[in-house]
């Protein structure tokens, strides 16, 4: 959507395990974040990075991993120390002189 | 001071009505007030937004109002419809360019 690729769009993770979502945008823009929604919820901030090699947390990172390598690519992982991954994960960017964001259409993660 | 409050949680509106969902902000320093609407399974998309030099931002059907003494922002849907249906969030802009989201309104409009 807008140039920002979430993929896979259905993830599904065992317990214990570590899984990878993508984040990929075209749009130049500085700015990239990601977003957990639960059902029926609000959006929380899990991390966020505004310029490559540089990230920090959000208000619920524990559990969850990320890297800035490049500035079109903000992956996030899942870690086996999140308990509830279950959720619609977000991805958004922003640029300086834009003041919105724009989200991704992000990734439904199902722990079976 | 980051947080903001959306109220209602959940709306119901019959087609043809006016929808109405407030927000209220604490921190002074917010300087812009954009609306998001989010469909199930998709990701948000800036509907409308206002900055607080502006007291009313109209598109369309859509409508912000700002208070600013107040702290206080509405959107109104007007001649509401049930392809409006869908989930509302406000935020404000502060620091680095940073969005702090009100907790979501989910729109409901009846035939």
């Known amino acids: 959507d807008g140039g920002i690729t979430q993929s896979p769009k259905y993830l599904f993770r065992k317990e214990g395990q570590n899984v990878t979502l993508s984040c990929e945008q075209n749009?130049?823009?500085?700015?990239m974040y990601w977003y957990r929604q639960d059902p029926g919820q609000g959006l929380r901030l899990i991390y966020y990075?505004?310029?490559?090699?540089?990230?920090q947390k959000g208000d619920i990172a524990e559990g969850y991993s990320v890297s800035r390598e490049k500035k079109e690519s903000f992956p996030l992982t899942v870690t086996s120390a999140q308990k509830n991954p279950t959720a619609f994960y977000l991805c958004?960017?922003?640029?300086?002189?834009?003041?919105?964001?724009?989200f991704g259409s992000g990734t439904r993660l199902t722990v079976v | 001071q980051q947080q903001v409050k959306q109220s209602p949680q959940s709306l119901i509106v019959q087609k043809g009505g006016i929808s109405i969902i407030n927000c209220a902000y604490e921190?002074?320093?917010?300087?812009?007030f954009p609306w998001y609407q989010q469909f199930p399974g998709k990701g948000p998309a800036l509907l409308i937004a206002?900055?607080?030099?502006?007291s009313e931002k109209k598109e369309g059907r859509f409508t912000i109002s700002f208070n600013k003494s107040a702290k206080q922002f509405s959107l109104h849907i007007m001649d509401s419809q049930p392809g409006d249906s869908a989930t509302y969030f406000c935020?404000?802009?502060?620091?680095?360019?940073?969005?702090?989201f009100g907790g979501g309104t989910r729109l409901m409009v009846k035939p």
């Open positions: 935020a404000a802009k502060g620091a680095g360019n940073m969005l702090t």
């Open positions: 958004a960017t922003s640029d300086r002189g834009n003041y919105g964001y724009t």
């Open positions: 990075s505004q310029i490559v090699n540089d990230f």
């Open positions: 749009l130049n823009h500085d700015a």
């Open positions: 921190n002074t320093a917010f300087d812009y």
């Open positions: 206002i900055r607080p030099d502006v």
